[in-house]
């Protein structure tokens, strides 16, 4: 069975400083790998992806992450943090392959202190 | 415009009155899917679909149904809803014919059951 860890409940990080919010998962099979980001009061929204190739994949808003296939990690990283990126955030894994079961983490409350 | 819509936003209701909630994407989209996001737990998989009268049970299927008649709508249905059922629901869908992709979230439907 797939399993996904998200080992920080809780981030605080000043603005303009960087941040790191960590992700774990653990699957027999090759794997997708999603961060969805859930702003106050709202829904879920794709942030960034990796299904194949290139293992640092980017988003628009300047987040970043990692495929590291040998530490079943996919990290989720900013140099500089705005206000605005405060919300919850949760990684997310499923098989390729096939429709199969998405597995959330619990999710990472990023606060962002001015 | 591309969306997921989910019917009721808000639902209080009691102890086993059955209810159901309706979820349609405008995406010609493949995979469906319904979540129940809890404090803590982060968001955890109900049932998914993979296409028109296609679908498996995810991670917490107990006291709840699901029907895909039509490829644009995937109702959940409690048929005896008890408090423990009290959540916030959310319904995705993804296009993908090797595992969904990326997920289109609705904007949610939060129950309370007394």
């Known amino acids: 069975a797939q399993s996904v860890t998200q080992l920080d409940s809780q981030v605080p990080v000043f603005e303009e400083a960087p941040v790191e919010l960590r992700c774990n998962y653990s699957s027999s099979v090759s794997v997708y790998l999603f961060w969805y980001v859930q702003y106050p009061n709202q829904g879920l929204q794709l942030l960034l992806k990796y299904l194949s190739g290139s293992t640092l994949v980017e988003s628009i808003n300047g987040f970043e992450a990692e495929f590291n296939k040998s530490q079943t990690s996919f990290h989720l990283r900013k140099p500089s943090v705005h206000i605005s990126d405060t919300a919850e955030y949760f990684c997310?894994?499923?098989?390729?392959?096939?429709?199969?079961?998405?597995?959330f983490g619990i999710g990472t409350k990023l606060q962002v202190i001015p | 415009e591309a969306q997921v819509t989910q019917n009721p936003r808000y639902l209080i209701t009691v102890t086993g009155k059955k209810l159901t909630v309706t979820c349609s994407q405008n995406m010609n989209h493949e995979y469906m899917s319904w979540y129940r996001q809890d404090p803590g737990l982060g968001l955890r998989q109900i049932y998914y679909s993979m296409n028109v009268e296609v679908t498996d049970k995810g991670d917490v299927p107990e006291g709840y149904k699901v029907s895909r008649k039509e490829k644009r709508n995937f109702p959940l249905i409690l048929e005896s809803p008890s408090p423990n059922q009290t959540s916030l629901y959310f319904c995705a869908s993804s296009w993908g014919s090797g595992g969904p992709r990326e997920q289109f979230f609705g904007p949610g439907t939060r129950l309370t059951v007394l």
């Open positions: 997310a894994v499923s098989k390729s392959g096939g429709y199969q079961k998405v597995t």
